[in-house]
C-alpha cells in the first residue's frame, strides 16, 4: 500500500513538472512553409520549427525547405508564430542549410521570440525520456502545437545494410560512405513533426531536430511497409552546422 501511494505520488509529480516544460517550450514552437502572395491559400505549412539563439533563428529539417523559390510568384519561406487562429506569418531568410545532415536554419526579422536551450553534445542515453512538440497534420484549424513523449530507444548510423545492390538510392551511397548517429525513438510522429525539437522531459533542453521523412527513407528501405519508427538528428551536428555557417548564439 505504501508503495503504490509513493509511486503514485512520484507519478503525478513527475507529470505536473512535465506540464511545466511543455508551458514553457511551447512559444518556442513554430510552423515552417512558404508565403505566397499570389497564390490561395496564400500559406502552407511543411513542417515544424523551434526558437533558438537570441530569439530571431528558428532550426527546421532541410527537407522542408523548398530547393527553389518562385521569385514571379514573389515566394517566400515563412515562419508561422503564435497559435489557434490568431497566428502570424512572419519572413524568414535562410541563413545555413545542410542536406547531409537534413538541417536548416531561418532568420525571422522583427520581435524576438522566446527561445530553447540546446543541451550539451554528449548522446543521451537508450532510455531517457524525451518529447517533442509540432504540427503532425498541419494547420487546417489553426497553429495548435502537438506535443508526443517517448524515449530514446537506440543511437544507430543513418544507414543500414541492404540485401541487395539494386536497393541501394543516391540518397544511401552518400550517406553509406560518411554515416552519422542518429537517434531512433520509441515514439510516433508525422511528416508534419519534421523538424520539431526532441527535448528531455524534465529539463526541456533540446537533445536533437525530428527527422520523419530524411532519415526513414535511407534507414528502412528494406522494409516493405515503413514503421511507426521516428528518428532524430542529434543537437551535437546541428552546432556543427551552425558553426560551419559562422552564426553564434
Given amino acids: 500500500g505504501i508503495l503504490v501511494v509513493l509511486l503514485s505520488c512520484y507519478s503525478s509529480a513527475a507529470f505536473a513538472e512535465f506540464t511545466q516544460v511543455v508551458a514553457k517550450i511551447k512559444p518556442s514552437i513554430v510552423g515552417v512553409g512558404?508565403?505566397?502572395?499570389t497564390s490561395r491559400p496564400q500559406n502552407i505549412l511543411r513542417g515544424s520549427g523551434f526558437v533558438i539563439g537570441d530569439g530571431s533563428l528558428?532550426?527546421?529539417?532541410?527537407?522542408v525547405l523548398p530547393t527553389i523559390l518562385d521569385e514571379d510568384l514573389l515566394q517566400q519561406v515563412a515562419v508561422f508564430t503564435g497559435s489557434g487562429k490568431k497566428a502570424k506569418v512572419r519572413m524568414a531568410e535562410i541563413v545555413a542549410r545542410s542536406s547531409f545532415y537534413d538541417l536548416a536554419v531561418l532568420k525571422i526579422s522583427g520581435p524576438k521570440m522566446s527561445a530553447m536551450t540546446l543541451a550539451d553534445d554528449k548522446f543521451s542515453p537508450d532510455g531517457s525520456y524525451i518529447a517533442f512538440t509540432g504540427f503532425p497534420i498541419g494547420t487546417v484549424l489553426g497553429l495548435y502545437p502537438v506535443t508526443h513523449r517517448g524515449m530514446i530507444a537506440s543511437i544507430t548510423p543513418t544507414v543500414v545494410p541492404v540485401p541487395s545492390a539494386g536497393q541501394i538510392s543516391l540518397k544511401m551511397l552518400k550517406s553509406m560512405r560518411n554515416p552519422y548517429l542518429v537517434y531512433q525513438l520509441d515514439a510516433t510522429a508525422y511528416p508534419g513533426n519534421s523538424g520539431s525539437a526532441?527535448?528531455?522531459?524534465?529539463?526541456?533542453?533540446?537533445?536533437g531536430v525530428i527527422n520523419k521523412v530524411f532519415v526513414q527513407e535511407t534507414k528502412e528501405a528494406v522494409?516493405?511497409?515503413p514503421s511507426g519508427i521516428t528518428y532524430a538528428i542529434p543537437v551535437k551536428y546541428l552546432r556543427e552546422v551552425l558553426k560551419e555557417h559562422k552564426i553564434t548564439l
Fill in 34 to 37: 512558404l508565403h505566397t502572395p
Fill in 58 to 63: 528558428i532550426v527546421t529539417n532541410d527537407h
Fill in 223 to 225: 522494409i516493405s511497409k
Fill in 198 to 207: 526532441m527535448y528531455d522531459m524534465k529539463s526541456g533542453e533540446v537533445l
